[in-house]
């Protein structure tokens, strides 16, 4: 089987059994055996407004198997041992362990939409997540200047 993701990077496996399921941001999942499941969750309402992770959905692993995730870039994993709050920036989280308590907040922890600033996750208990070394939002940000307008 041949498959290859939209975007530029590296594709993660990840093993799911009886204490290692995950959730996955926007476009991360690319396949699964199919022994192994998903489904939608609905977030938590602040996460929903704020998180652009798919909106009120996310997904989320069931069942035993691999799942392959994509990322934009290398896939860097962050053990998290409970001891502390870990702050990721949300156009860089791929997957995170579904066991981890997460909210999603603009950077500052105000609403503010005019300022232009990022937005967060906040993971706290033990288990792991995937971030991405790159961020594609960023990238477009940094080529558009160059493109050619109506104007041009």
Do not use: C
């Amino acid at each position: 089987l041949a498959i290859a993701p939209g975007n530029p990077g590296v594709i993660k496996e990840l093993t799911l059994d009886d204490t290692h399921q995950y959730r996955l941001n926007t476009g991360a999942f690319l396949a699964m055996d199919t022994t192994a499941s998903y489904h939608m969750v609905s977030q938590k309402v602040s996460g929903a407004l704020f998180g652009g992770t798919g909106g009120f959905f996310i997904m989320e692993t069931a069942g035993t198997g691999t799942m392959l995730v994509s990322a934009y870039g290398d896939i860097i994993p962050i053990a998290l041992d409970g001891s502390h709050e870990y702050v990721i920036d949300n156009s860089h989280v791929v997957a995170w362990d579904s066991k981890l308590n997460y909210n999603i907040q603009p950077a500052s922890g105000v609403i503010g939409f005019t300022t232009g600033e990022g937005l967060v996750n906040r993971f706290s208990g033990s288990g792991t997540v995937y971030i991405q070394t790159r961020n594609i939002e960023a990238l477009a940000n940094l080529v558009q200047p160059f493109l050619p307008s109506s104007k041009d």
